[in-house]
């Protein structure tokens, strides 16, 4: 099918997503090409989801194994990608048991369960949830409801009951939003959609004493920063803070749909056979997937790697003369450019120059690329990204 036809059906898909003007055909490593042969450095892996890059072979190997036993059973029966995956997280994680879904709000949809069970058995019934101002947790009624973002609230005409947002790196007002009837505080260590918001002044570990000082558990919602996107494996480890529980998604299944919620010692019985479910979640090829992305991101090298590309980002990209970037922040394989207007317009040029990049809240360019992208192709990426900042777009 040729990218007009392409675009044409496109007509049949529910209109809740702009779509940029480009339709792939493949991809390899850290290169996606269209359907006109164009290439394009990728910047965005699928929103931080593709880790490994595109057409990985041990990825590929891992999926075709397991399509060729069986791809779908039942989780009323024992999996063995998945036992391995879960030992494999619970092993190199403060986690002690997983429960596997498919995507981020789903695992997030289970902590705050999770959480909520935990407050009606051990707290006195306490169900409140405490999140953030510009947060993002997902599209389901109760993860955009702890989305802390109005603008993302347009069509919800009742709120799910008990959430209430305070304000990033404000431990005092975090305080203020904590009462008798609050179970647990969900955060990202890094606010990524909401513009890549970094904690400041030890706010996490200064969050972990609050909620234990409280009685109130302390959830992280590592979906984006999760698997080595930091330089570390979770982004708890680089900020030496232990949550009570986490949730991942995006990278761990290399591309196909994967989720997870590790909890801790306090809750990891928490839920009992009954108490939550899933068809779909924890799919075996997801996690012959999933598997093989885990063991090649925790490596010691690789991490380090990632940490190194991350240095290099914003080495370069403070060398660009622009008047138009206010600060440069991030870790790892996730930095933002703070910009003070122009975001979509760059997106697009970019996308015309064969750069995949994409803009996030609050007029931040992000960097999210594969995480295995190689040193040439970011140096690549981000010559063509400085060219457009300094031609003053
Ligand atoms: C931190 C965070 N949590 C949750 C989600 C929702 O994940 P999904 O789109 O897989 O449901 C996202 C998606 O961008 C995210 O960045």
Same mark, same amino acid.
């Given at each position: 099918?040729? &990218?007009?036809?392409?675009?044409?059906?496109?007509?049949?898909?529910?209109?809740?997503?702009?779509?940029? *003007?480009?339709?792939?055909?493949?991809?390899?490593?850290?290169?996606?090409? *269209?359907?006109?042969?164009?290439?394009?450095?990728?910047?965005?892996?699928?929103?931080?989801?593709?880790?490994?890059?595109?057409?990985?072979?041990?990825?590929?190997?891992?999926?075709?194994?397991?399509?060729?036993?069986?791809?779908?059973?039942?989780?009323? %029966?024992?999996?063995?990608?998945?036992?391995?995956?879960?030992?494999?997280?619970?092993?190199?994680?403060?986690?002690?048991?997983?429960?596997?879904?498919?995507?981020?709000?789903?695992?997030?949809?289970?902590?705050?369960?999770?959480?909520?069970?935990?407050?009606?058995?051990?707290?006195?019934?306490?169900?409140?949830?405490?999140? %953030?101002?510009? &947060?993002?947790?997902?599209?389901?009624?109760?993860?955009?409801?702890?989305?802390?973002?109005?603008?993302?609230?347009?069509?919800?005409?009742?709120?799910?009951?008990?959430?209430?947002?305070?304000?990033?790196?404000?431990?005092?007002?975090?305080? #203020?939003?904590?009462?008798?009837?609050?179970?647990?505080?969900?955060?990202?260590?890094?606010?990524?959609?909401?513009?890549?918001?970094?904690?400041?002044?030890?706010?996490?570990?200064?969050?972990?004493?609050?909620? *234990?000082?409280?009685?109130?558990?302390?959830? %992280?919602?590592?979906?984006?920063?999760?698997?080595?996107?930091?330089?570390?494996?979770?982004?708890?480890?680089?900020?030496?803070?232990?949550?009570?529980?986490?949730?991942?998604?995006?990278?761990?299944?290399?591309?196909?749909?994967?989720?997870?919620?590790?909890?801790?010692?306090?809750?990891?019985?928490?839920?009992?056979?009954?108490?939550?479910?899933?068809?779909?979640?924890?799919?075996?090829?997801?996690?012959?997937?999933?598997?093989?992305?885990?063991?090649?991101?925790?490596?010691?090298?690789?991490?380090?790697?990632?940490?190194?590309?991350?240095?290099?980002?914003?080495?370069?990209?403070?060398?660009?003369? #622009?008047?138009?970037?206010?600060?440069?922040?991030?870790?790892?394989?996730?930095?933002?450019?703070?910009?003070?207007?122009?975001?979509?317009?760059?997106?697009?040029?970019?996308?015309?120059?064969?750069?995949?990049?994409?803009?996030?809240?609050?007029?931040?360019?992000?960097?999210?690329?594969?995480?295995?992208?190689?040193?040439?192709?970011?140096?690549?990426?981000?010559?063509?990204?400085?060219?457009?900042?300094?031609?003053?777009?």
């Amino acid at each position: 099918m040729d &990218s007009k036809k392409v675009k044409e059906l496109d007509a049949k898909y529910m209109g809740v997503f702009k779509r940029y *003007d480009v339709v792939f055909e493949r991809g390899y490593g850290s290169t996606l090409v *269209d359907k006109e042969g164009k290439k394009y450095i990728d910047f965005f892996a699928g929103i931080s989801v593709n880790a490994l890059g595109y057409n990985n072979t041990e990825v590929n190997i891992a999926a075709v194994k397991q399509i060729k036993k069986f791809m779908h059973l039942s989780n009323v %029966f024992y999996c063995e990608e998945q036992v391995k995956l879960a030992k494999l997280i619970c092993d190199s994680s403060f986690g002690k048991k997983v429960f596997f879904a498919n995507t981020g709000a789903e695992a997030n949809e289970a902590a705050l369960k999770l959480a909520k069970k935990w407050g009606m058995v051990h707290k006195n019934g306490a169900h409140k949830i405490v999140t %953030f101002t510009n &947060s993002f947790h997902g599209r389901t009624i109760a993860t955009l409801t702890a989305t802390g973002q109005e603008k993302f609230h347009g069509i919800l005409n009742k709120k799910y009951p008990g959430i209430t947002y305070a304000k990033f790196n404000d431990i005092n007002d975090v305080a #203020s939003k904590i009462d008798d009837e609050t179970c647990a505080v969900l955060v990202e260590p890094i606010q990524a959609e909401g513009g890549v918001f970094t904690p400041e002044n030890d706010f996490l570990k200064k969050l972990r004493q609050l909620c *234990d000082k409280l009685g109130v558990l302390l959830i %992280f919602d590592e979906v984006q920063t999760g698997m080595g996107r930091t330089g570390y494996m979770f982004a708890y480890e680089k900020y030496g803070v232990t949550p009570d529980a986490m949730t991942v998604a995006k990278a761990i299944g290399g591309g196909l749909p994967l989720s997870a919620l590790v909890a801790g010692e306090k809750i990891m019985d928490v839920f009992e056979p009954g108490d939550h479910g899933t068809t779909m979640g924890g799919n075996p090829v997801a996690c012959a997937a999933g598997n093989v992305v885990f063991s090649t991101v925790m490596k010691k090298p690789f991490l380090k790697a990632v940490h190194a590309k991350g240095g290099l980002i914003q080495k370069t990209m403070r060398t660009v003369k #622009s008047s138009n970037i206010v600060e440069i922040r991030g870790a790892g394989l996730l930095q933002g450019v703070q910009l003070k207007s122009g975001g979509a317009e760059i997106v697009k040029k970019a996308l015309s120059r064969g750069l995949i990049i994409n803009c996030t809240g609050h007029e931040v360019i992000r960097i999210a690329p594969p995480l295995n992208i190689t040193t040439a192709e970011l140096k690549k990426g981000l010559e063509i990204l400085g060219k457009i900042l300094e031609e003053g777009c």
